[in-house]
């Protein structure tokens, strides 16, 4: 069992959702289900604080219902979903509430919401924040969708001001716009990977942190960097909490073969250099959380060059592997897992009784064999649509059982009927 104080044999009670306490291993209650997880890992259920689940609007793309069953299958027992690519973004307390009803019933796993600042809602952050909204999410360049526009920088030091006032978090897209402006200009094969990837530089993640940082530093806004793929990007952090990917973790741009754009997103997966001193920042903490930036579309919308597919990678059941994988053979354990997928994202967004084996908890947890290997078969996925970069590739770990509150939502036999999954709403969860 993977818990605060290491990794150990433990037996851990659960009444009425909570963790009771956690026991010695033959500490077992008598009158109590008993589950016997034999040679396999208890993990604490992965917090995923960055997913895209699109409904209403765009439920084509990914909708409650299968994004939660995806979750549950890869070991996820807490999403955040993202303000945008859903219609309408989650900017207003009318949309904060087409939200809940889209989900509602149908969620396998528990679901909290993020809410977006954009140029038309700054001064009514406060009121969406008292919705119950985990934090805010704003970009400083194009989103990818019309619905949800920048913030310039004194837009942004605007937000900060508001929800500063209020003691929230702002979590952002950080990537310049002048320096993406810049790189766009030079010409390349529209097809090879190499050109996508010059289009989006390092400096502009590591410009826009700066900008980030300096203004967090002026208004005294608590401040989140979303998935960061360049590790320029890590120096300026200065005690900004930030994430890193799976896909940024795991892939290298120099095996990305020219036309495959289910690789795009953005920030770019960078080269294998990079990526080592990614994992360089989870060693030291400067990262300390690792979430999926599930952010699927319809398969149709991935064709084309790579200047005119979706930018998004769909991986929420996909992670907890991914991840492993590549942490095992770097040395980590698997309370470096349970830290960076469980206990930091919880923390960082305020879900006090998520991201922990530890009395008091929510009985969140995962049955895992860290021992097994399998190639990734599209067709075992849940989401809405199978398009994987992780196609055929051999990923570490199974998920053998799923369990939300003490109930089991996710086994080898599938789902249950009934989906378990609440909505959650900040400091009531
Ligand atoms: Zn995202």
């Known amino acids: 069992m993977v818990t605060p104080e290491g990794v150990r044999e433990a037996c851990v009670h659960v009444a009425d959702g909570r963790i009771e306490r956690v026991a ?61 690519n859903s219609i309408p973004p989650t900017t207003t307390p009318e949309a904060l509430r087409a939200k809940r009803e889209a989900a509602e019933g149908s969620v396998h796993v528990d679901v909290g919401f993020w809410g977006g600042a954009l140029p038309s809602n700054l001064g009514g952050l406060t009121e969406l924040h008292a919705h119950g909204v ?6 400083l360049c194009p989103s990818g969708v019309d ?34 402006e810049g790189a766009a200009s030079q010409p390349g094969d529209l097809r090879a990977y190499r050109t996508y990837l010059a289009s989006r530089p390092d400096a502009a993640e590591e410009r826009a942190v700066q900008q980030v940082v300096e203004a967090s530093n002026a208004t005294g806004c608590r401040v989140h960097i979303l998935h960061v793929s360049s590790a320029d990007a890590v120096g300026p952090l200065d005690g900004a909490t930030a994430e890193t990917c799976p896909h940024y973790l795991t892939f290298a741009s120099e095996e990305i073969e020219d036309g495959r754009t289910e690789f795009k997103c953005a ?23 690792v979430v999926s930036d599930h952010s699927p579309c319809t398969p149709d919308l991935k064709a084309g060059s790579f200047s005119e597919a979706w930018g998004g990678i769909a991986s929420l059941q996909l992670g907890l592997r991914a991840v ?57 996925l849940h989401h809405r649509h199978p398009v994987t970069p992780y196609a055929g590739r051999r990923l570490d770990g199974r998920i053998a059982a799923t369990y939300l509150r003490g109930m089991r939502i996710y086994a080898d036999d599938g789902f249950p009927d009934e989906p378990a999954g609440r909505l959650l709403e900040r400091g009531r969860a």
Do not use: C, Y
């Open 24 to 84: 010695a291993f033959d500490d077992v209650l008598a009158g109590r289900e008993l589950v016997d997880a034999g040679d396999l890992v208890v993990l604490p259920g992965l917090v995923d604080t960055h997913v895209h689940v699109n409904e209403p609007g765009r439920t084509g793309w990914e909708g409650f219902a299968s994004a939660t069953r995806a979750a549950a299958a890869g070991g996820v027992t807490t999403i955040l979903d993202m303000p945008l």
């Open 134 to 139: 985990f934090g805010f999410k704003a970009f």
């Open 147 to 180: 619905e949800f526009p920048s913030l310039d920088l004194e837009q942004l030091r605007e937000a900060m001001a508001e929800i500063a006032a209020f003691d929230g978090l702002l979590i952002v897209h950080a990537e310049s716009p002048e320096v993406l």
């Open 267 to 289: 920030p770019p997966i960078r080269d294998a250099a990079n990526r080592e001193l990614l994992w360089d920042g989870l060693r030291r903490g400067a990262i300390s959380a």
């Open 324 to 380: 492993w994988t590549g942490a095992r053979t770097r040395g980590f354990g698997l309370e470096d897992l349970a830290r960076w997928m469980s206990e930091r994202p919880a923390a960082i967004v305020g879900l006090e009784r998520k991201g922990a084996i530890a009395e008091g908890r929510d009985a969140d947890l995962v049955l895992f064999d860290p021992g097994h290997t399998a190639g990734v078969d599209p067709a075992e």
